[in-house]
């Protein structure tokens, strides 16, 4: 049995859902269906996400919604039309969405959430209601019903394992299961949705849960590449890769597959397939517990804007027991995740994805290190990008560091801090976000050759 997931592109008029369901009919062992919510059918389209989030802030504000209701009725009316489906579809999603407008808007979170997660769970109707419209044998299926249970608040929103055993269930279940992305339900019955990029956690989900074959996420993309080709032209296709491959480049920037969508199919070792929903043939890029990393040690370079640094110096700091759980701490308590711990000495630098601080707060992150660890010199430095190089095979390959360095010498830039993960399996590079594409191409010409085919 597989599982397989079509993102918003792939689902975003009449034309894809068509592709999806010939992708479907293919393979009889295509037995589940995550769906994400219409996306962007050209470049200067809308999301329904984004449709629906408006929607919602408008709502809160108690301003009149009419015309942004009608807009997002009007996405799924035309993609119905067009696949000659008849209005008790729309009916149904137009009362759907009526309902969750009304909802308690006392917790402005919850009521976005509910709005937001109609996308997905309208569009897995109007797509179930297409397929049995073409003779198949196919069911919606509501995540609460099924039994995808999520963490309650305040916790950041994730799966509970205790909801696997409700979700294996769905395997007894004849037919075509069309099963909406995004969102679950805590124990309580309230809704909650993964961050954005979410369908693709469900997807894996119902993967591990059901011990399916195959997890399948079909894009937009024939694969993922050995870097971004809006940057380096041409880029290598990847055949395969490994879990921590995936997640390393996922986290570094790489949009194709969501960065915490890995980890149910890597603890239950579901092989994953990233496939074109407009090219299915294409083999894809498969992603595995482990490969053959001899002949290529790094598998692909990424990079990530929207850093900032943290640097305290003091003077044997290296003698001061707890120095440094202390100054986690103090971020742990201004309620911001850090990314990378860089050490010297008398110095440290702790990375910060700059979305989460404000002026406010980084004076208050200074004045408190400067108080209460006593620190010789503390500031913080913003517009900061991380290039990451990746590959299993890094930890056996001798030079490679230096290779990195002299290429990112040769592009004429300078380093500012250097990081390698304890599992040697990513290089981390900070750099000025103006030097971020020079690198990346100067990287990429050091480490690939561009007739290459990684295996």
Not at 121 to 131: E, Q, S, V
């Amino acid at each position: 049995m597989k599982v397989c997931k079509f993102g918003g592109t792939s689902v975003a008029s009449a034309e894809q859902i068509k592709k999806v369901a010939n992708i479907v009919t293919a393979d009889p062992s295509r037995k589940v269906v995550v769906v994400s919510a219409p996306g962007k059918r050209f470049s200067e389209d809308e999301k329904v996400t984004d449709l629906l989030i408006h929607l919602a802030e408008q709502a809160l504000k108690g301003e009149n919604t009419d015309w942004e209701l009608e807009k997002v009725i009007d996405r799924y009316r035309l993609i119905a039309t067009e696949l000659d489906l008849s209005d008790e579809i729309i009916q149904i999603i137009e009362q759907d969405l009526r309902k969750r407008l009304d909802f308690d808007r006392n917790d402005a979170d919850l009521f976005m959430d509910n709005l937001k997660a109609s996308g997905e769970d309208n569009n897995a109707k109007l797509i179930a209601a297409y397929f049995s419209h073409i003779g198949l044998e196919a069911t919606y299926v509501c995540p609460k019903e099924a039994g995808l249970l999520v963490t309650n608040r305040p916790e950041r929103v994730q799966a509970l394992p205790a909801g696997d055993e409700r979700l294996a269930k769905l395997r007894d279940q004849p037919g075509i299961i069309v099963f909406p992305g995004f969102f679950g339900y805590t124990e309580d019955g309230t809704l909650r949705t993964f961050n954005r990029g979410g369908s693709d956690i469900t997807g894996s989900l119902l993967a591990a849960a059901l011990e399916a074959e195959l997890y399948e996420n079909f894009t937009d993309v024939d694969s993922v590449f050995a870097a971004n080709p809006t940057i380096v032209d041409n880029p290598i296709a990847i055949d395969k890769m490994t879990y921590r491959e995936m997640r390393e480049l996922a986290y570094a920037g790489f949009s194709v597959f969501h960065d915490e969508a890995l980890m149910p199919a890597f603890r239950r070792s579901v092989p994953v397939c990233i496939k074109n929903t407009n090219n299915p043939d294409a083999p894809g890029t498969m992603i595995v517990k482990e490969r053959n990393h001899s002949t290529h040690p790094v598998i692909g370079i990424a990079a990530d804007s929207g850093f900032s640094t943290l640097f305290v110096d003091k003077y044997l700091m290296n003698q001061e027991i707890g120095f440094g759980r202390r100054l986690l701490q103090i971020l742990e308590e201004e309620e911001i995740p850090f990314e990378h711990t860089p050490s010297g000495i008398d110095n440290i630098s702790v990375i910060i994805r700059s979305k989460f601080l404000t002026p406010h707060k980084e004076a208050r992150i200074i004045q408190r290190v400067k108080e209460e660890l006593n620190a010789d010199d503390v500031h913080l430095h913003s517009n900061y990008s991380m290039i990451v190089l990746v590959g299993e095979g890094m930890r056996h390959t001798t030079g490679l560091a230096a290779r990195a360095a002299s290429a990112i010498a040769r592009a004429g830039v300078s380093i500012q801090m250097i990081n390698q993960g304890s599992s040697e399996v990513s290089l981390v590079f900070g750099v000025h976000r103006e030097d971020e594409n020079k690198i990346l191409k100067g990287l990429y010409e050091e480490f690939f050759h561009k007739s290459a085919v990684l295996r």
